[in-house]
């Protein structure tokens, strides 16, 4: 079932974090439209360009009259608000907590040093990368990758049967992880947790730009 917007628009570049807000509300099957900017790693120097009460850095969501940045808190806001109870389990259940803790696992933990090693790779420029620091990264990233793995023994998602939006922000870092090579292929349960992933619908709708 769709949720009933009224006019809700997202502003986003290939990669970024905006790929979680994409990839939840095509599972929530919300109406809007997207924008794509062009990719600029200092994304806060787009903030010129909108006359939005924010702060400019990318995502960017546009929910009738009001807007917001941060793309935790507009995933909590559209779960909030359009979700009708899916992709997260009720407050007063046991996988609350967890649920939280493993979106907050995703932001924090996974994209701290995987943002390390993609700064240090990928985006500055030749003469100010370490690849010291890139390899440091890396190493952290599959550390904490391990997390995951051991607590997908037995079951497909990170709360069981059932996929929830927890799986959207660790899937987001295990995407950009593959993308640049850096996915533990050891890590079987991981691989083939984001294998089950990458093959949702929504998943290809968010990552195809």
Do not use: N
């Not at 990669?15 to 919300?30: C, Y």
């Not at 040093?113 to 500055?124: G, I």
């Amino acid at each position: 079932m769709s949720a009933t917007v009224q006019s809700m628009k997202l502003y986003h570049y290939a990669k970024s974090r905006s790929t979680r807000v994409l990839w939840l509300l095509a599972e929530l099957g919300v109406d809007f439209e997207a924008e794509m900017l062009p990719f600029d790693p200092r994304a806060f120097a787009l903030a010129d360009h909108f006359d939005l009460d924010t702060y400019g850095a990318l995502p960017i969501l546009v929910d009738d009259a009001s807007s917001m940045s941060e793309s935790i808190a507009i995933m909590h806001y559209v779960l909030d608000r359009y979700s009708q109870g899916r992709l997260q389990p009720p407050r007063d259940s046991h996988d609350y907590g967890k649920f939280l803790e493993w979106i907050q696992f995703g932001e924090t933990t996974l994209m701290g040093p995987l943002t390390q090693m993609l700064q240090h790779s990928v985006l500055l420029p030749a003469a100010e990368r370490l690849p010291a620091i890139a390899a440091q990264g890396k190493r952290a990233f599959t550390y904490f990758a391990r997390s995951i793995d051991s607590a997908l023994a037995g079951q497909d998602y990170l709360l069981g049967d059932e996929f929830s939006a927890a799986d959207i922000v660790i899937g987001y870092a295990l995407y950009l992880a593959d993308d640049c090579g850096a996915l533990p292929r050891e890590l079987k349960s991981l691989c083939a947790y984001y294998e089950r992933l990458s093959a949702r619908p929504a998943f290809k709708i968010a990552t195809s730009d």
